[in-house]
Each structure stands twice: as structure tokens, then as C-alpha cells.
């Protein structure tokens, strides 16, 4: 097969960018997607928020991308008949010393492009959530629910209506060149054949580091896999929870905490936490994979990481292991959360970034190689931003690599 562009990775990232390809600038273009469908992960495996913006360092690659990216995705949903609301949440502090952070999220969001942003006192949470508590909170209207994988189709239907391909079960081997000079290119080796292409885009997400060192760039980053468990409230119970009740985040990492959704389709999901995964694609603790375990044990970083904060980490396993310690954090939330409302459901992993020296990458990361562009970290918000990301990356494609 041959193609302007391949994409490596179906998930909404890899058929946002290439579907900008398509639509915007009129590219054959190719996705190659390794599982037997597409949003096989990360995109599948989410809580289904459309998220603000609110989070994010201002100026940074993930406040602007999800800002725009979260308009432009009710636009689509709109126009595909895709369900999604915009429910809103709550932020809320149930201690004195998490107000700082508050407070900082306030501004954070403000300067992000939030009108709507409310600061609620502790009497006034129960108006929104009549079963929460806290001391202050911050109301966010912009925050919404979506179904990703719906989402996830729809952009491979339109890719394959402007003369697009997405090939499932075509897992990424090896890239090689092909000619030289300025009308050289990329022969990629899948497991359904060979694809030939001017250039390549690399989305894989949880293998993102490999296909960027088959692709022959120097990656100075590591997938380290981190699962998210979830569980679900019992039907009778849904009712104790009107929309999406957040904790105020720990700032030291970029994960959002233990939090409670409701979901599109109608159930409410609580979670997740962050447990080191034994396998890239690992949703249980029973999935290993040794070479996972070893690229991850020997990337000097995570002991560096550990090092710092072995207390939290050993933490979060407690709690994946112990039910009883998930809920007595959801209480904090919903005091009228009991173990028995709560029954273990789906996990997630992220693909996360991580430097040498310990640091878990925060913001989106997306570098070039030769006739490559690779997005080595986009995780939540990635999906509410994914079509913003992927006319970014549309825009680099299309200029010299």
C-alpha cells in the first residue's frame, strides 16, 4: 500500500491527526493500528470526560490544545449525533491545607479561558452535589461526559470517506528508508504488509518510545505504564452522585486523584487510582510482560522516582489491593459511600513519559526525527484535545521533516 502519511497508533490521537491530513490538506493518508480495533486503549479505557482546561500550566501545550481541542469536540459530537453532555463538575477541598492549591487551580483556569468557573463555600456544594462535602470547592460548567469509542469511529468513518485507510492487526515491525534525497521516504513493515510513505506520524502511544527508536530518532524519554482501576457504584445507588466530584490534585504529579464520574451511558465510575503496570497493556495485576518489566526496571528514572516517593507509591497499592482503602478516599468525597454500593469494574493505563532523572513529563511532548514526527506523551487531557492535537501535528506534517 501506499499513502502521502502513515499513522501508527489508532487511537483518537493517530485518527484525529489523521484525519486533519485528509480533511484539511488533502493527504492520502494510512493508520495502522496493531490491536484488532481501534481506541483499544488509552482511548478506550478512560473515565469519557470532556475536560476544561482547568488543570493546566498557562501558555503550556496542554491549556491551549485542551481548550480548543474540548470546543472543537462537542462540534463533532454535534454534528455526528455522538452522545455527550456537558454536565460540569466539582473541585473540592475537604482539607484546610488543599485550599492553596484551590486557589491556584482558580487561577489556572481563569487564565486558560474559563468563564465560568464559581467558587462555592463549604454549605454551598450540597446545591450542586447534595451528597458531597467539603470546605470550599470550585464549580467548573465547562467540564462534560462523552463516549470516546463512538468518538474513535466516527473519525475513522470520515477518514475512510475522504479515500483514507485504517488497518487493524497491523502492528509496526520495522521502518526503513526508501531512496534518498528530497523524494526519499519510509517503507513500513506491518503485520498485514508493507506500507510505503512519504512520511510517518508516530500516535502508538504505550509503545510510542519504540516505534520512535525504530524509526531511528533518539528518544530521551521512557513509557513508563501506569494502570488506573476503577470501580462502580451499584444502580440503587447512581443517585449519590449528580455529575463529576473531583478531589484537588496532588501538584507534585499528573495524575487528578480518586475521583467519581458520571458516565454517558448512565452508570457512575469511581476512580481511578495509579499503580505501576507489569505490562504496557496491563489491566490486571495477573497481565505481565518481561520485557515491560525489564525496560521499565532499568530506566534509572523510576528508581529515582521511587526514591522520592516510595510512601505514596506503596499506598497506591494498598489501595488497589484493599477495597476498603478506595472507599474510605471516596468518602471524603461522598460520606455516604459504603464498601457494599461499590463493585470492582474496568481499568486503564497511561502512557506516561518519564525523564532520567525521575520526572514524569506533565506537559504534551511531540519531537521530529527524519521524515517522522513523534508524540512520545499525550495523555489525559489527550483525548478531550484530540482534535486540536492532531491539526497541530497536520500542520507540522505538511512542512519539511
Not at 468563564?115 to 463549604?122: A, C, K, V
Not at 468513518?157 to 497491523?170: D, K, L, P
Not at 489527550?382 to 507540522?396: K, V
Request: proline letters at 4%; one cysteine or more.
Amino acid at each position: 500500500m501506499k499513502c502521502d502519511v502513515a499513522i501508527v497508533g489508532g487511537g483518537l490521537v493517530g485518527l484525529a491527526t489523521a484525519l486533519a491530513l485528509a480533511e484539511k490538506h488533502g493527504r492520502t493518508v494510512a493508520v495502522l493500528e496493531a490491536e484488532d480495533r481501534v481506541a483499544a486503549h488509552q482511548s478506550g479505557h478512560n473515565s469519557g470526560v470532556i475536560h476544561s482546561g482547568l488543570y493546566y500550566k498557562p501558555g503550556s501545550l496542554k491549556a491551549k490544545l485542551c481548550v480548543e481541542g474540548a470546543r472543537a469536540l462537542v462540534r463533532f459530537c454535534e454534528e455526528e449525533g455522538i452522545a455527550h453532555e456537558r454536565c460540569g463538575k466539582l473541585v473540592v477541598a475537604t482539607r484546610e491545607d488543599e485550599l492553596p492549591q484551590l486557589d491556584e487551580l482558580e487561577r489556572r483556569g481563569q487564565a486558560n479561558g474559563l468563564t465560568g468557573l464559581q467558587r462555592l463555600r463549604g454549605e454551598e456544594i450540597r446545591e450542586r452535589e447534595p451528597h458531597a462535602a467539603g470546605i470550599a470547592a470550585l464549580w467548573v460548567p465547562e467540564t462534560g461526559i462523552v463516549d470516546y469509542p463512538a468518538v474513535a469511529q466516527a473519525y475513522g468513518r470520515r477518514i475512510e470517506a475522504r479515500g483514507g485507510t485504517v488497518w487493524t492487526g497491523a502492528r509496526v515491525q520495522a521502518v526503513q528508508r526508501n531512496g534518498s534525497g528530497l523524494e526519499s521516504g519510509l517503507i513500513v513493515e506491518t503485520a498485514r504488509g508493507a506500507v510505503s510513505c512519504k512520511s510517518l506520524v508516530n500516535c502508538a502511544g504505550l509503545q510510542s518510545d519504540r516505534v520512535a527508536r525504530l524509526c531511528g530518532a533518539e528518544v530521551d524519554v521512557r513509557i513508563i505504564p501506569f494502570r488506573g482501576e476503577y470501580y462502580e457504584l451499584v444502580p440503587e445507588r447512581r443517585s449519590l452522585v449528580r455529575g463529576l466530584i473531583y478531589p484537588v490534585p496532588d501538584p507534585r504529579f499528573p495524575f487528578l486523584g480518586v475521583h467519581l464520574t458520571r458516565m454517558v451511558k448512565g452508570g457512575v465510575e469511581a476512580g481511578p487510582n495509579a499503580v505501576l503496570a507489569l505490562k504496557r497493556e496491563g489491566y490486571r495485576w495477573t497481565d505481565v510482560g518481561l520485557r515491560d518489566v525489564v525496560a521499565s526496571a532499568t530506566w534509572p528514572g523510576l528508581w529515582r522516582l521511587a526514591a522520592r516517593f516510595w510512601k505514596i507509591a506503596g499506598f497506591e497499592v494498598w489501595r488497589s489491593l484493599v477495597k476498603s482503602a478506595f472507599v474510605r478516599d471516596l468518602q471524603r468525597l461522598v460520606p455516604d459511600i459504603r464498601d457494599e454500593d461499590l463493585y470492582r469494574a474496568g481499568a486503564g493505563v497511561r502512557a506516561q513519559a518519564m525523564e532520567r532523572n525521575g520526572a514524569l513529563v506533565d506537559d504534551f511532548r511531540i519531537v521530529h526525527s527524519e521524515k517522522a514526527i513523534h508524540v512520545l506523551n499525550a495523555p489525559s487531557p489527550g483525548a478531550t484535545a484530540s482534535l486540536a492535537i492532531g491539526r497541530t501535528i497536520a500542520e507540522m506534517a505538511v512542512g519539511p521533516l
